[in-house]
């Protein structure tokens, strides 16, 4: 059992609740300082409701949590000071440099202007905008504008860190950059409380995992631990030609059972711990004359697990509702 003086969060039956809508439902965590922990889940399962809650942005309706030893309601100004709040949409000022951003935040964070100028200078370096440092922000692309909006949550190292999709819309680029720069937080001793939808950031990144669902946890472990909850392995096949794959998903279904579709339409998997089964498989597609790319065979991956938890996938679910917050007040 994690003694509570190594966590940095520890929440339990968290409800927030919109008119009919319980947003979310009963809500445990138990976050070790120092992690990445990933909250994982489509849209409308209740993330951000939960990440703006324990960032005392909008009180409970019911549970209690701790930030940091701090009680949420109870100490929402102590939260506030000592962690920060990166969201979904950019927070910086698109009428200011990226410069001016940096000095105004460090500014009303209570650094003197020398310092301020310093730390902005810093961060613009290793975020990799020194050279961007004089453009106005509305020229900036969308990758620079989120590490941009990430620094500006960094002007003042925060203990704690919620990161609420922060790499939503970006490219891949972008997207391993914000990744390196979230390791590089960790390595420094910040907890990160990471919400996502995307299931490779939540592998890549976290060392523990909540999944949610309509407002309740339903899964947690580690990657690897929720991997080895719903099968010891999976065939994963990638095909040479995309029109081939209903053949191939009859095919395989036949021969090892359900079939998992993949995002890239040329590629499917089925969980299969059995490797004699799985090789006879991939022949048996050979043989109907089926070209395959590429084929292995190993764990089943996270948007494997999430599909055999929920029944649905991970990305925008329509049966979901958004998490209802614009309405609420700050705590």
Partial sequence: MTSQSTLAIEAT??????????????????????????????????????????ATLIRPDGGS??????????EPGAVRRAVSLTGQLASVDEDLTGRENL???????????????????????????AEAAGRMVKNYSGGMRRRLDVAASIVVTPQLMFLDEPT?????????QVWGIIRALVAEGTTILLCTQYLEEADQLADGIAVIDHGKVIAEGTPGQLKASVGTGALHVRLLDPEQRPQAEQLIGRALGAVHLEPDLAA???QCSDAGRAAEAV?????????V???SL???SLDEVFLALTGHPAENDSDQQPDAIAEEQPA
């Fill in 268 to 270: 499917l998997s089925v």
């Fill in 168 to 176: 939503t819309g970006l490219d891949p680029r972008s997207r391993n």
């Fill in 13 to 54: 039956g968290l409800v927030k609740v919109f008119g009919d809508t319980r947003a979310v439902d009963g809500v445990d965590l138990a976050v070790r300082s120092g992690s990445v922990y990933g909250v994982l889940g489509p849209n409308g399962a209740g993330k951000t409701t939960t990440i703006r809650m324990l």
């Fill in 298 to 300: 190993g764990q089943p």
């Fill in 103 to 129: 000095i105004l935040l460090g500014r009303l964070l209570g650094l003197r202007r020398n310092a301020a100028k310093t730390r902005a200078a810093e961060l613009l370096e290793a975020f990799g905008l």
């Fill in 283 to 291: 022949a048996e597609l050979s043989r109907s004359g089926i070209g």
């Fill in 65 to 74: 949590a701790r930030v940091l030893g701090h009680d949420i309601v109870q």
């Fill in 293 to 295: 790319a590429d084929f």
